[in-house]
């Protein structure tokens, strides 16, 4: 399920970002069979088709709604607010129902980078069915992310990024790029509150300290020097999102630019025969892998279509 949702997401956010475009005149002649709307629609529809999973490789039902599930579902609405299949959000919504009921076990906390992700699906749902349920749901675990929680052995350490102004779920892994700046972004487009996406600006750039390279690409985390393609990939989504919602004015938005332009100017010297990326970025004997690829995709289709 992870593998299979990670490339779900991603090429859900190419999708997104493919269909938006060919309204337009650059990009029309796509082959018979892959026209984005068809592919995003299969691939939604594809992910309504299963229970709730467990990660890849583990066989006994899930304890909670993973990270890579969330991901998916945040990626298929995402797609639902681009094309307007009211269909399809009634699928989506649907299944949300059955975790304030019949699967609330599920249900996720927002104790852990990877699960206060999941924020994003009830703030998305929010912007699109206005039922305010699911404001509170979802600004819920993106504000309890910047508070300090209860009953923690941690306090010290969660303490100490909390007043550097970081949330306390900082670990300082490439993922949290995406997790993080997702579920922000998302409360500031749902409240209009700017504190929300300045969180995440500024948590953005501590990362680029912590773990960007010279070259632009970044590090799995400060102990594990390479340049892992997915990983990779969420950070340039990370960035991409968090340029398309900053305001214009934002103090740290220039640096953001500039450390997403290097990235992309890097990957494009990267690029193998298939024109796609391989799972080690800087390492071409490694195979290709497709989650990181889209990612990639859509952060420069995204650069590009907006100058």
Same mark, same amino acid.
């Given at each position: 399920?992870?593998?299979?949702?990670?490339?779900?997401?991603?090429?859900?956010?190419?999708?997104?970002?493919?269909?938006?475009?060919?309204?337009?005149?650059?990009?029309?002649?796509?082959?018979?069979?892959?026209?984005?709307?068809?592919?995003?629609?299969?691939?939604?529809?594809?992910?309504?088709?299963?229970?709730?999973?467990?990660?890849?490789?583990?066989?006994?039902?899930?304890?909670?709604?993973?990270?890579?599930?969330?991901?998916?579902?945040?990626?298929?609405?995402?797609?639902?607010?681009?094309?307007?299949?009211?269909?399809?959000?009634?699928?989506?919504?649907?299944?949300?129902?059955?975790?304030?009921?019949?699967?609330?076990?599920?249900?996720?906390?927002?104790?852990?980078?990877?699960?206060?992700?999941?924020?994003?699906?009830?703030?998305?749902?929010?912007?699109?069915?206005?039922?305010?349920?699911?404001?509170?749901?979802?600004?819920?675990?993106?504000?309890?992310?910047?508070?300090?929680?209860?009953?923690?052995?941690?306090?010290?350490?969660?303490?100490?990024?909390?007043?550097?102004?970081?949330?306390?779920?900082?670990?300082?892994?490439?993922?949290?790029?995406?997790? @993080?700046?997702?579920?922000?972004?998302?409360? +500031?487009? #749902? *409240? =209009?509150? $700017?504190? &929300?996406?300045? /969180?995440?600006?500024?948590?953005?750039?501590?990362?680029?300290?912590? @773990?960007?390279?010279?070259?632009?690409?970044? +590090?799995? #985390? *400060? =102990?594990? $020097?390479? &340049?892992?393609? /997915?990983?990779?990939?969420?950070?340039?989504?990370?960035?991409?999102?968090?340029?398309?919602?900053?305001?214009?004015?934002?103090?740290?938005?220039?640096?953001?630019?500039?450390?997403? /332009?290097?990235?992309?100017?890097?990957?494009?010297?990267?690029?193998?025969?298939?024109?796609?990326?391989?799972?080690?970025?800087?390492?071409?004997?490694?195979?290709?892998?497709?989650?990181?690829?889209?990612?990639?995709?859509?952060?420069?289709?995204?650069?590009?279509?907006?100058?």
């Amino acid at each position: 399920m992870k593998r299979k949702t990670g490339w779900l997401i991603a090429i859900l956010l190419c999708t997104n970002t493919l269909f938006g475009y060919a309204q337009k005149s650059e990009l029309k002649k796509f082959p018979k069979g892959a026209i984005p709307k068809e592919v995003g629609y299969l691939l939604a529809t594809r992910y309504l088709s299963e229970p709730f999973r467990n990660f890849d490789g583990i066989q006994t039902p899930p304890g909670e709604v993973t990270y890579p599930e969330v991901c998916a579902w945040y990626g298929a609405l995402k797609f639902v607010h681009v094309t307007k299949d009211k269909k399809l959000l009634r699928q989506l919504e649907e299944r949300f129902f059955s975790l304030l009921g019949s699967r609330k076990e599920l249900m996720q906390k927002p104790d852990h980078v990877d699960h206060t992700v999941f924020g994003s699906v009830p703030l998305q749902l929010y912007m699109l069915t206005g039922n305010e349920l699911y404001y509170y749901l979802g600004i819920d675990f993106a504000d309890r992310q910047w508070q300090m929680p209860k009953n923690t052995s941690h306090a010290e350490e969660y303490r100490k990024y909390l007043d550097q102004g970081l949330s306390w779920q900082t670990r300082f892994w490439i993922d949290d790029m995406f997790m @993080i700046t997702t579920i922000q972004s998302q409360a +500031y487009l #749902a *409240s =209009g509150d $700017p504190e &929300y996406i300045e /969180r995440a600006a500024y948590e953005m750039n501590i990362y680029f300290d912590s @773990i960007q390279q010279p070259n632009g690409l970044f +590090y799995h #985390a *400060s =102990g594990a $020097p390479f &340049y892992w393609c /997915r990983g990779n990939g969420w950070m340039a989504a990370g960035m991409t999102d968090l340029l398309t919602y900053l305001p214009a004015g934002n103090p740290h938005r220039e640096a953001i630019l500039a450390q997403y /332009r290097k990235m992309m100017e890097t990957l494009r010297s990267y690029q193998n025969e298939e024109g796609l990326w391989s799972q080690l970025v800087d390492e071409p004997q490694s195979w290709t892998e497709t989650s990181g690829s889209a990612m990639f995709t859509y952060a420069m289709i995204t650069g590009v279509k907006k100058g």
